[in-house]
């Protein structure tokens, strides 16, 4: 089973400041990864597919990189609804998985 | 409107059973892999099963293995979750999905409580 492994666990940031999250898995993935943002009491939303693709309607300052084992999620200037919890995901092999979630909590 | 609704959730026994179902609409899931994800209270996320269009493939995360079975009814345009020997670690809300890139909706879930 990959094991993702996200970090950190919890960012505490501003509106208007930049968030860097990071995933890594424990083999490669390719570009087979995905983040998801959550907010309590709703389901997962896609932000970021394949690793840096953004699907319609997602914002630009969402954006995704990385490929093999470590990725990346930027979000370029926070904004108030931005703050929610963000999971990583693969689906390079059975069976899928997700990292453990990042906090993003406001400052 | 594309819409998933998942329903049969519950509270049942530690080694009961429950079949939890989705009903979909706004889009067709006949050519469509269809998936069930679960999540703890204020845990994470796991994805539980996925089943291939014509429901000749089926894949399970280890833990369900032998106790879960995915299955659908592609003229109902449903998928179904039959959950046999219910443990309290089973305790969550289970989403069905449509996750297809970029293509991906979330039913709202429905809540599995494994108590006695």
């Known amino acids: 089973e990959i094991v993702l492994t996200q970090s950190p666990a919890t960012l505490s940031l501003s509106p208007g400041e930049r968030a860097t999250l990071s995933c890594r898995a424990s083999?490669?993935?390719?570009?087979?990864l995905a983040w998801f943002q959550q907010k309590p009491g709703q389901a997962p939303r896609l932000l970021i597919y394949?690793?840096?693709n953004r699907p319609t309607g997602i914002p630009a300052r969402f954006s995704g990189s990385g490929s093999g084992t470590d990725f990346t999620l930027t979000i370029r200037s926070l904004e108030p609804e931005d703050f929610a919890v963000y999971y990583c995901?693969?689906?390079?092999?059975?069976?899928?998985?997700f990292g453990q979630g990042t906090k993003l909590e406001l400052k | 409107e594309v819409q998933l609704v998942e329903s049969g959730g519950g509270l049942v026994q530690p080694g009961g059973s429950l079949r939890l179902s989705c009903a979909v609409s706004?889009?067709?899931?006949?050519?469509?892999?269809m998936s069930w994800v679960r999540q703890a209270p204020g845990k994470g996320l796991e994805w539980v099963a996925n089943?291939?269009?014509?429901?000749?493939?089926?894949y399970y995360m280890d833990s369900v293995k032998g106790r879960f079975t995915v299955s659908r009814d592609n003229a109902k345009n449903s998928v179904f979750l039959q959950m046999n020997g219910l443990r309290v670690e089973d305790a969550a809300v289970y989403y069905c999905?449509?996750?297809?890139?970029?293509?991906?909706?979330w039913g709202q879930g429905t809540l599995v409580t494994v108590s006695s």
């Open positions: 999905a449509r996750s297809d890139w970029p293509h991906d909706y």
């Open positions: 706004g889009f067709t899931i006949s050519n469509l892999w």
């Open positions: 089943i291939k269009p014509d429901g000749s493939e089926k």
């Open positions: 083999q490669s993935v390719s570009t087979s």
């Open positions: 394949y690793a840096s």
């Open positions: 995901h693969q689906r390079s092999s059975w069976p899928y998985t």
